[in-house]
């Protein structure tokens, strides 16, 4: 059955940097696109950013764009999302998500499988 186990969240001061993963397996991870969607505290899910199934193709949310990478190592079946400058207001849970197309895309009800969320704390 297809997992999605996402991990490397916790809490780190404004300005900080973590990296988070995303371990996929029961489907060939290399045919699809996915996705990072965040959760923050009394809001509701957020998408953050999307990858094409051969990684060259990505995309984020304004509030992201030049601090976040999202990148994947099709070898290893690992979706990763490294956070950089990391701000207060990006404190939430983070879920990874397979697309059913190889392209990837923005609208997150149309996302398959998800994963069960890390927390990330952003704060002094």
């Known amino acids: 059955q297809v997992q999605l186990v996402e991990s490397g969240g916790g809490l780190v001061q404004p300005g900080g940097s973590l990296r988070l993963s995303c371990a996929a397996s029961g489907f060939t991870f290399s045919s699809y696109g996915m996705s990072w969607v965040r959760q923050a505290p009394g809001k509701g899910l957020e998408w953050v950013s999307r990858i094409n199934s051969g990684g060259g193709s990505t995309s984020y949310t304004d509030s992201v764009k030049g601090r976040f990478t999202i990148s994947r190592d099709n070898a290893k079946s690992t979706l990763y999302l490294q956070m950089n400058g990391l701000k207060p207001e990006d404190t939430a849970v983070y879920y990874c998500?397979?697309?059913?197309?190889?392209?990837?895309?923005?609208?997150?009800?149309?996302?398959?499988?998800w994963g069960q969320g890390t927390q990330v704390t952003v704060s002094s």
């Open positions: 998500a397979k697309d059913p197309s190889g392209s990837g895309s923005d609208y997150i009800f149309g996302y398959d499988y």
